[in-house]
């Protein structure tokens, strides 16, 4: 598989509570130009949805994300997950997403964490909680020292703030949930979703 990082400028993070919209929600984002999900397991239905994506919407490449364990890692791919998202990462929780087979985006929030995954022989990162943790001025900042590694922020970022790290050059993507506002979810307004997902694809 091409990078998670290239293959959309927005990988959509979905929190999913009615497995029932899993499907639909999927096809709008793949629809919009979104094909990269994000589903995050923080809810019950969260390994359900992925399972039903993945059988039901095979032009999307779905992932889970909030993977924190490796059990959580076990569950992700035993339910179809093609790629794992960490808040932060441990060697032992690296080490279970690297047995995994599939690729992984550890987070990272601070240079010595960037440092060490280069160390272990990961260059392609999660960087969380983007906004709070210092933004394009912060990974501005990284790519000098550490031209090697690239990034994939998340969180806070809107469809306003988006442009400013798709322009950073160890930037590959951004992680983002505008695009899901929850009226249109529990509307199931999918032609709304499709909309702002192809808002976002446009972004690069």
């Known amino acids: 598989m091409t990078s998670v990082l290239d293959l959309a400028p927005v990988v959509p993070v979905v929190v999913v509570d009615d497995v029932a919209d899993a499907v639909p929600l999927a096809r709008a984002l793949v629809a919009g130009g979104l094909p990269a999900i ?30 924190i364990s490796a059990a959580t890692v076990t569950e992700a791919v035993s339910a179809g997950a093609r790629f794992l998202v960490s808040p932060g990462w441990t060697d032992t929780l690296l080490a279970a997403m690297r047995a995994s087979g599939v690729p992984f985006l550890p987070g990272v929030s ?6 060490a ?26 790519s ?6 690239r990034f994939c922020p998340t969180g806070g970022i809107s469809l ?15 992680g983002g949930s505008w695009m899901l506002p929850p009226d249109a979810i529990t509307s199931k307004d999918w ?7 192809r808002e976002a694809s446009a972004l690069r």
């Open 144 to 149: 000098g020292p550490l031209p090697q590694a």
């Open 191 to 197: 032609a709304r979703v499709e909309k702002l997902a």
């Open 160 to 174: 306003a703030s988006a442009p400013s790290y798709l322009a950073l050059k160890n930037v590959g993507c951004v």
């Open 110 to 115: 601070t240079t010595s964490e960037v440092v």
């Open 38 to 67: 994000e589903v995050t397991l923080r809810t019950p239905a969260a390994p359900d949805a992925i399972r039903a994506i993945a059988a039901e919407v095979p032009e999307a490449v779905v992932g889970a994300g909030t993977v």
């Open 117 to 142: 995954l280069l160390e272990r022989g990961v260059s392609e990162m999660k960087f969380f909680p983007a906004e709070a943790a210092g933004g394009t001025a912060y990974l501005k900042s990284l």
